[in-house]
């Protein structure tokens, strides 16, 4: 699977958009870009994920690049729970690949008043 | 549905102990993981299960052993317990089914149990 790049933490404020931004410029064209986040002491939760289109549920939008090489989460208006460590993985969408989710170091998000 | 379940919450270990980690999903989703994560580290993948009777090593398999008897349930090993194994440790479940372009495997994970090993 390829390797994610991700900053280390960003701030945003509450009731703002949240822009966490990914690179995966090794990015093959049967990989796709899954969202999960960590809230401190919690299990891992699924956001979203996507191959080349852009994607939209209840949680967040998913933006992908033309060249698929980056993409950006967003949470459209943050509230002071979505304060949480936010992992981009890239991974190979076949049943027989092993399965593993690679977690990278993520972002940590923090919300403020 | 309740989802994935661990017990226990927390444990302490005195080196050397062993001592069973349970998992149970009631999705009835056909693949099950363990992981393991360290302080301010990612998550690890130690072994999953593509169904009942069929398990492999992940990442870091050494020092666990799993099982899958059941599509349920997938309890964790640890036989010779070391500090090294002081973790906390998430069990997970998918439906993973699909060709490539309509790919599903969406991993759903229980709350963790908390491992110490003294």
């Known amino acids: 699977d390829a390797k994610t790049t991700q900053p280390t933490s960003m701030d945003c404020a509450e009731g703002r958009a949240a822009n966490l931004p990914c690179n995966h410029s090794t990015i093959s064209g049967n990989e796709y870009v899954y969202w999960y986040r960590q809230i401190h002491s919690q299990g891992p939760q699924y956001i979203i994920h996507g191959l080349k289109n852009n994607e939209t549920n209840e949680m967040a939008s998913l933006i992908i690049t033309e060249d698929r090489k980056s993409s950006t989460l967003i949470l459209p208006h943050a509230t002071l729970r979505d304060t949480a460590v936010y992992y981009c993985?890239?991974?190979?969408?076949?049943?027989?690949?092993?399965?593993?989710?690679?977690f990278g170091g993520g972002t940590r998000l923090m919300v403020k008043p | 549905n309740a989802g994935v379940t661990q017990t226990p919450k927390f444990r302490i270990l005195k080196i050397g102990q062993s001592m069973t980690l349970q998992c149970t999903q009631d999705?009835?989703?056909?693949?099950m993981y363990w992981y393991r994560q360290d302080p301010g580290m990612g998550l690890k993948l130690i072994y999953y299960s593509v169904g009942a009777g069929i398990t492999d090593k992940g990442e870091v398999p050494n020092g666990y052993n799993v099982s899958r008897s059941t599509t349920e349930d997938f309890p964790l090993r640890l036989e010779l317990a070391a500090p090294s194994q002081t973790s906390v440790y998430f069990c997970?479940?998918?439906?993973?089914?699909?060709?490539?372009?309509?790919?599903?495997?969406?991993?759903?994970f229980g709350p963790g149990t908390r491992l110490t090993v003294l």
């Open positions: 999705m009835n989703h056909n693949y």
């Open positions: 993985i890239v991974r190979v969408a076949d049943e027989n690949a092993g399965n593993m989710l690679t």
């Open positions: 997970a479940s998918s439906l993973t089914s699909g060709r490539p372009s309509s790919f599903t495997d969406t991993q759903y």
